[in-house]
């Protein structure tokens, strides 16, 4: 038997398992224990997004202590400046992404790794967008920083070309599972305030001492941008970008970018 057939062979099993577990409780850990057949990953974790809202932790394989810090500590804020989160404000609904192919080139240097990301010991992540009902769905699979089958290695680019054949499956179960779980209309209804706390983030934050393009500039930044990066999206020249960079902890009397990012969250909370 040939290796695409005993891959084939494995992701069958794992679809018949998943069908019989769809609307039960058991279907993250049966989904995870299927796609590790082929690829190992450590967790899973869902959430639904709708609008700028808040978004709703539909599951998890997390123990609590994890799950407080990955999970919890996300949703109170930080996502708004999460990769994942800003392709689903740019309209994606369907794919299969890797986080450091989608992230800002400075990502790892951003205030948002630093005080949130690096906390969770997530050394790779991997997302599958799915639509629900008036919200899009991103299934995230994970390792640990420390992961006992494959510690320091990363996903190379057979496993995300396998991965991105599997996505159309994954993604269809997930819609189907958590087409009713989630009920995303109705949660975010009840939390009207959220959605209009996350768009002023991005449109008033500083509004009183900023230019709307130093408001751009902030939000490029506080995302893990580089000056070259901002320069490009922004199309202007890299000294206006330190220009403007400059002028914005002037006006808003902070010093350093870890105080622009609290002083963010602040506003966004």
Partial sequence: MTRSSQLLEQWNRGVADLLGALDQESFGPTLLRSVTRLIHFDFLMVFAYRGAGRPLALGDTLPAPQRQVVIN????????????????????QAGCYRLRDIAPDRFRQSEYF??????TGIREEVGFYFPLADATGVLSLARWDDSQAHTGSS??????????????AISGLCSRHWANVAAPASLMRSRPRDAAQVTAAYTEFGARQLSERERQIVSLILQGHSTGSVAHLLDISAGTVKVHRKNIYRKLGLSTQAELFAAFLSFVG
């Fill in 155 to 168: 996903l190379n680019r057979s496993d995300m070309d396998l991965l991105q054949a599997l996505a159309p």
């Fill in 73 to 92: 500590a996300y949703c109170a804020a930080p996502y708004v400046l999460d990769p994942f989160f800003q392709k689903v404000a740019a309209g994606v």
């Fill in 114 to 119: 630093r005080t949130h990301y690096s906390l």
